[in-house]
């Protein structure tokens, strides 16, 4: 994978949005950049809630903005 292609972070965060996955998934491990990209740019969480940390990975609501923007304008790139 190409780090600077950010397309490819769209489908894990629809996978994320539409079925949240387990970090030790084999959906994780196939997309194990993209999931760790995800994450350090606050796209994904494993958060479950203030005090608490989980092994599902979840969109946050950043992630959900960009698909949100992908949405509406195809074209626009992801370059955060």
Do not use: K
């Not at 489908?11 to 350090?40: G, H, K, M, Y």
């Not at 608490?52 to 960009?66: K, Y």
């Amino acid at each position: 994978m190409d780090l600077y292609d950010n397309t490819s972070l769209l489908p894990v965060l629809q996978r994320a949005w539409e079925s949240p996955f387990l970090t030790r998934s084999d959906f994780a491990r196939r997309n194990a950049e993209e999931v760790a990209i995800s994450s350090c740019r606050g796209l994904l969480t494993v958060r479950h809630d203030q005090h608490t940390w989980g092994r599902v990975w979840r969109i946050t609501a950043n992630g959900l903005a960009i698909l949100e923007i992908q949405e509406t304008n195809p074209l626009w790139e992801l370059n955060t």
